[in-house]
């Protein structure tokens, strides 16, 4: 019984985590309907930022995160503006090329990290990295938990924005259709700039509170992009509870796989989950629900 | 581009000199796997750039070739040089099996659905030791010391391969491809099944792939998981090939090969041992700079955008 | 412009198929393929060095037999395709007369397969994967142990002083990992340990605790890891909060033995012991000597790959100097007939059980005591007497 209970809140707390990262790619895929594979890159640049903070100027993770939501924000309207928008002027064979684009990205982002910082592992060690919280014989990971916290609060926050203010209407309707959207006088391609940003905000604040519970090196993205990609898909494009919901799911599946498959084959119930929502739930659990 | 007869014959003289030419192994090393990668790059082709089913998981088909030809040589004991016969077919009845699962998808979610089987096989091979040897991979011994023997396979199953995909492009089958990728529906509505077209489209790419596969396994004679089912050195790198080489075209593939692999050993030797070493330790930035600049400027590859390159080259000149 | 460009890429191409360095004719020039960059950079790294700082003091001694030996580096990048490119390259246009180094298990084999058809003598130094030296090659020589053999010192003091009687394996599933864990657990059942679990994991994994609370279920005596450094960090410092407590926590050499073990995992990584192939306190001539004139020369610390390509490197220059002429087969033959002692050990290649021309050595135990990696067994080398049995609910407070 401790064993399955464990393995729950295992899954849990990480599927905070994993939230985290699927909200920023869900409305970037909601949006823009591009898969953004250089977004577990983009959460690599902003731990980084945060091991840097923390190592030179001993800023604690949980401030840095006013620093480097901000500072991928940037960075992604950037890439947003000058490489991703230009392409869906050109004419080509395959519509495929903005996600092409991302793994170009993706590739050049890691490469420069590599540079500066070399392949090594860096870690952030704070005094609570390592604190546990017992419910019984139940150990809670500390900084986890605080992830899982925050990540519900960022979800919040962007559903409220997404629903109440004027802007995040304006996101959602150049989500449905982009053409209706310019016609009712939004500005379309400032829109998907600004989503891209969010969306690499928001897996920037993934990446600042991954860094105490692991390492960093500058391949860490990959996996975390697939990741993010099972989350969208099983939460529904564009939807910020699928995408807590999807990362609570993803992470609980992946823990007891863990435990009852092989820890080896952990991450093949993700993809596995994933195929099966693709092929008979294409809507994801949004569908399920109403909003 | 309809190419000139005599330039054809050109090429093929110069193929079927060049070991002779250049007396290197080095060299000859370097355009086997560039042969090798024309295999896969016009596969790829086939199915991305004719049919418009994008594949992010051409490592399934090339993995799946390798295993079966190293399989023939830890289950069954038999040569591996069986797996050139064997490793197609096998990569076929897969290719089947993920059109089935996969071809209800469009587009970048039938893209995403390759990337999570790709990762799946390479998970599982990993973890069923018994059967794949999991990461101890399964190691031969090369039956010719010689490279030549390879290289002129790899030519002959290049030119098979282009060959083959040149009369279905010209045929009717090749005109249900375009229209299947120029819009899935109106074909349908047309009286295309889309289904048995694309089915048809993927088998003869994971035909090709899986030839290729096998043809790795007694060239290299050692494979693991990590190696043949790598989704950024296998299939992205299909991907790039056919992107840079120019998609939807005959010719792209085989000319991205040639420059993609040609360029990453530049780079990794640092242009021959002209340059430092740092310029070695950028080659897989100088790679993704590539890629963003070719996908921004020359979205249609070397040869599909090649009226663009000469129109910069003419102009020039009309000036100097 | 244009035309300027195309004769720039004319030149290029026509320095490129005849270029090579060019060193005086006095010289003997000796490949060395190393994960120069990609996930091992930091490994190829050391050993670089290592051959490098070797070099210096084999060349100011006089070189081999008055020549000057280079070594050329190739960059295998972690993948064995570019590892047989890379061997290819080192022998039919560089014209080495032998190969050395060999990370990765799988770049190993390939270079081995490469130079045992080209019959070049190759130095294996670090690639620890059996089968290697199983296949009979000739001309393939391996002067570290086999990952079967990291724990034989583990064996005398299992069965001298902790006499567990139930253990569980955790290894990382690549080539490393699963060797290691399959000839544990025959040790294990020759032994007369019970293994109760058997488990692999994916490197890189974020979140143990399925995994190690299953351990904990168990509850075995030992508990065996075999991990790369993160992973190794990652799974005490886990263990440590789900409160697992075997009577030890032995690893498998590799993540375990780091500096960065005890920087990372904090007070879980305090009472760990783990399998070493070799330590700078060892009674080896030279072995502290190279510890500290590396921490000098290069301001970091090296470990036991270091010390295998820093041996290596004097062993290639002993078998040049001994060797009739610089055929491939006259140099082969002078390897064979090594034997010498160097920082990392006694060198000399022996043939038993399945294997060929392997260099057999002892391994060793060490411990993290408050914080310091000590050796403690066997008990005529250790620097601190080990710690057993262990307070755990003491040593994580």
Redesign the interface.
């Known amino acids: 019984m401790e064993i399955l209970v464990q393995t729950l809140v295992s899954g849990v707390l990480i599927g905070g985590i994993y939230a985290l990262i699927g909200i920023g790619m869900t409305l970037i895929m909601g949006v823009m309907k591009i898969i953004n594979l250089a977004h577990g890159q983009l959460m690599m640049v902003a731990m980084y930022i945060t091991f840097v903070l923390f190592e030179y100027f001993g800023l604690d993770p949980y401030f840095s995160l006013l620093v480097s939501m901000p500072a991928l924000f940037l960075l992604g309207i950037f890439l947003q503006k000058y490489l991703l928008n230009p392409l869906l002027k050109v004419d080509s064979i395959l519509p495929e090329n903005q996600v092409l684009m991302t793994v170009g990205i993706g590739m050049v982002l890691t490469e420069i990290i590599r540079f500066i910082f070399r392949s090594d592992y860096r870690s952030v060690k704070t005094a609570y990295s390592a604190t546990a919280l017992y419910i019984g014989p139940i150990s809670l990971n500390f900084p986890m938990v605080v992830a899982f916290g925050i990540a519900l609060l960022l979800t919040a926050a962007l559903f409220f924005f997404l629903l109440k203010t004027d802007l995040g209407k304006s996101v959602r309707a150049t989500a449905q259709n982009a053409d209706a959207a310019m016609i009712m006088g939004i500005n379309a391609h400032w829109i998907t700039v600004l989503t891209y940003g969010l969306g690499s905000g928001l897996v920037a604040a993934a990446g600042t509170l991954l860094l105490p519970i692991y390492y960093l090196f500058p391949d860490i993205g990959g996996p975390f992009t697939l990741k993010a990609f099972v989350i969208t898909m099983l939460g529904g494009m564009g939807s910020t509870i699928g995408a807590i919901l999807g990362g609570v799911v993803l992470g609980v599946a992946e823990s007891l796989g863990a435990t009852y498959i092989s820890m080896a084959l952990k991450d093949a119930v993700g993809l596995v989950i994933f195929l099966l929502v693709l092929i008979f739930l294409p809507g994801g659990l949004k569908t399920l629900t109403k909003v | 581009m309809r190419i000139n007869r005599w330039v054809l014959l050109g090429i093929v003289l110069f193929f079927l000199a060049f070991p002779v030419l250049?007396p290197?192994?080095?060299y000859r090393?370097?355009f086997i796997?560039a042969l090798m990668w024309v295999l896969i790059g016009s596969s790829w082709n086939l199915l991305?750039?004719f049919t418009?089913q994008?594949s992010f998981g051409h490592a399934i088909f090339f993995g799946t070739g390798a295993y079966t030809a190293g399989l023939c040589v830890t289950k069954l004991g038999i040569s591996a040089w069986w797996g050139i016969l064997l490793g197609g077919p096998v990569s076929t009845l897969v290719g089947l099996f993920i059109g089935w699962?996969c071809f209800?998808?469009r587009?970048?979610?039938f893209?995403?659905?390759t990337?999570?089987?790709g990762?799946?096989f390479r998970?599982?091979a990993?973890?069923w030791?018994s059967f794949t040897e999991?990461?101890?991979?399964i190691?031969i011994?090369?039956t010719f010391?010689s490279k030549l023997p390879y290289y002129y396979l790899g030519v002959a199953l290049a030119a098979l391969c282009m060959f083959a995909i040149h009369r279905v492009v010209y045929s009717k089958w090749g005109y249900y491809f375009v229209a299947i990728?120029e819009d899935q529906d109106a074909a349908e509505s047309m009286g295309i099944s889309a289904f048995r077209y694309k089915s048809l489209s993927l088998m003869i790419s994971s035909f090709f792939t899986g030839l290729a596969g096998a043809f790795y396994m007694n060239y290299?004679?050692?494979i693991?998981p990590?190696?043949v089912f790598n989704?950024?050195?296998i299939s992205?790198m299909a991907?790039?090939v056919g992107?840079i080489g120019g998609?939807?075209t005959i010719w792209g593939p085989p000319v991205g090969a040639f420059i993609m692999v040609f360029l990453q050993?530049?780079f990794?030797?640092s242009?021959?041992?002209?340059f430092p070493?740092w310029v070695?330790?950028?080659?897989?930035?100088a790679?993704?700079?590539?890629?963003?600049f070719v996908?921004?400027y020359l979205?249609?590859g070397v040869i599909?955008d090649w009226p663009k390159i000469r129109r910069l080259?003419t102009r020039?000149?009309a000036y100097? | 412009m244009k035309r300027i460009a195309t004769v720039c890429l004319a030149l290029c191409m026509a320095a490129a198929l005849s270029a090579g360095p060019t060193l005086a004719q006095d010289s003997i020039k000796v490949g060395i393929i190393l994960p120069l960059t990609g996930g091992q950079a930091a490994f190829g790294e050391i050993e670089k060095n290592s051959f490098e700082l070797a070099l210096e003091e084999i060349n100011a001694g006089g070189g081999v037999n008055g020549k000057r030996l280079y070594f050329i580096f190739e960059d295998d990048t972690g993948k064995p395709e570019v590892a047989r490119s890379a061997a290819e390259k080192l022998i039919t246009k560089d014209k080495v007369v032998m190969l050395g180094g060999g990370y990765g298990s799988s770049e190993t084999f390939a270079i081995a397969g490469v130079a045992q058809q080209n019959e070049m003598p190759f130095l294996v130094n670090t690639g620890s994967a059996d089968k290697i030296t199983e296949q009979n090659w000739n001309y393939v020589f391996r002067l570290n142990p086999a990952v079967s053999e990291y724990p034989s010192a583990l064996e005398s003091f299992l069965t001298e002083v902790v006499k567990p009687k139930t253990a569980a394996i955790l290894f990382e599933d690549s080539n490393f990992g699963s060797g290691g864990s399959k000839t544990f657990q025959e040790t294990c059942n020759r032994l007369g340990i019970k293994v109760l679990l058997n488990e692999g994991y994916s490197k890189g994994g974020v979140d143990f605790k399925p995994l190690l609370v299953k351990v904990k279920q168990a509850n075995p005596d030992l508990v065996y890891m075999i991990s790369y450094i993160m992973d190794a960090s990652l799974l005490m410092s886990q263990s440590r909060e789900l409160r697992l407590s075997p009577k030890v926590f032995v690893g498998g050499a590799a993540g375990f033995t780091l500096p960065e073990f005890p920087k990372n995992a904090g007070k879980a990584s305090e009472m760990v012991y783990s399998a070493t192939l070799w330590y700078q306190t060892l009674p080896y001539p030279g072995a502290m000597a190279y510890y500290d004139k590396y921490v000098k020369k290069f301001n970091k610390d090296t470990e036991y790959h270091g010390a295998e390509a820093y041996a290596a490197a004097f062993v290639i220059a002993d078998a040049l100097k001994r060797t009739k002429s610089l055929t491939p087969k006259d140099v082969r033959d002078s390897l064979a007939a090594t034997d010498m002692m160097t920082v990392f050990g006694p060198v000399k290649f022996i043939s038993y059980d399945k294997k060929t021309n392997q260099n057999k050595l002892p391994t060793y135990l060490v411990q993290w005591i408050d914080g310091k990696l000590e050796l403690v067994w066997p008990r005529n080398v250790a620097t601190k007497p080990f710690v057993f049995p262990i307070d755990w609910e003491k040593t994580w407070k």
Do not use: C
């Open positions: 250049v290197s192994d080095y090393h370097i796997i991305a750039g418009g994008v699962v209800r998808l587009g970048p979610y893209a995403l659905a990337i999570a089987v990762e799946i998970l599982v990993i973890d030791r999991g990461m101890e991979g190691l011994i090369q010391r990728r290299m004679a050692f693991d990590h190696v989704l950024h050195d992205i991907i790039l992107i998609v939807g050993e530049t990794r030797s242009f021959f041992g002209l070493r070695s330790e950028s080659h897989v930035l790679f993704g700079l590539l890629v963003i996908i921004r979205a249609n599909g080259w020039e000149k100097s």
